[in-house]
T-cell receptor
Framework: AQSVTQLDSQVPVFEEAPVELRCNYS??????LFWYVQYPNQGLQLLLK??????LVKGINGFEAELNKSQTSFHLRKPSVHISDTAEYFC???????????FGTGTRLKVLA | DTAVSQTPKYLVTQMGNDKSIKCEQN?????MYWYKQDSKKFLKIMFS???????INETVPNRFSPKSPDKAHLNLHINSLELGDSAVYFC??????????FGAGTRLSVL
């Protein structure tokens, strides 16, 4: 069975500071990993994805994530955040053998001026 | 053009009523999904259809009935609405088991 844990429910950070949002997963099969962002009162937008290949994945809006298979982590990072990055961020795990995504409980990123 | 569109965006109704939410995708995908997001933002899969065939049916009350008239549409009908059904419902689509693309959500409030 697959599962996803987002370790932080809220992360406050000052504008232009770096940020890391943590995600750990468990799976007995090869995984696909995703980060989605949800701005207030909007749907989920794909930030980045890992399907195969390089474990360092670059996404939109300057975000990147690195898959660490030994630690089963897929943390999201941005070197310098903006006020507009304030949103809810969801980590999700899928797989080549399944249609089902399992979502983490989300991390609310609040960027402070 | 919106890739995955849901209607209505907001739905306010009384307990006991029956309501439907519609979803359409213009991405040419063969698989569509319904998710429920509760007040704590927890997102959980409810149903999925692949080429109009039900492939995921999670533990959901049978008051919820999905219907897929064709590959581009997946509707959700809810009978006898209860207070606990209040949530945001998201539709999504994918091509086979690949990346899922989400609609903007339908915020359902049951009074």
């Amino acid at each position: 069975a697959q599962s996803v844990t987002q370790l932080d429910s809220q992360v406050p950070v000052f504008e232009e500071a770096p940020v890391e949002l943590r995600c750990n997963y468990s799976s007995s099969v090869s995984v696909y990993l995703f980060w989605y962002v949800q701005y207030p009162n909007q749907g989920l937008q794909l930030l980045l994805k890992y399907l195969s290949g390089s474990t360092l994945v670059k996404g939109i809006n300057g975000f990147e994530a690195e898959l660490n298979k030994s630690q089963t982590s897929f943390h999201l990072r941005k070197p310098s955040v903006h006020i507009s990055d304030t949103a809810e961020y969801f980590c999700a795990v899928g797989g080549s053998g399944t249609y089902k995504y399992i979502f983490g409980t989300g991390t609310r990123l609040k960027v402070l001026a | 053009d919106t890739a995955v569109s849901q209607t209505p965006k907001y739905l306010v109704t009384q307990m006991g009523n029956d309501k439907s939410i519609k979803c359409e995708q213009n991405l040419g995908h063969d698989t569509m999904y319904w998710y429920k997001q509760d007040s704590k933002k927890f997102l959980k899969i409810m149903f999925s259809y692949n080429n109009k065939e039900l492939i995921i049916n999670e533990t959901v009350p049978n008051r919820f009935s999905p219907k897929s008239p064709d590959k581009a549409h997946l509707n959700l009908h809810i009978n006898s609405l209860e207070l606990g059904d209040s949530a945001v419902y998201f539709c999504a689509s994918s091509q086979d088991k690949n990346i899922q693309y989400f609609g903007a959500g339908t915020r359902l409030s049951v009074l």
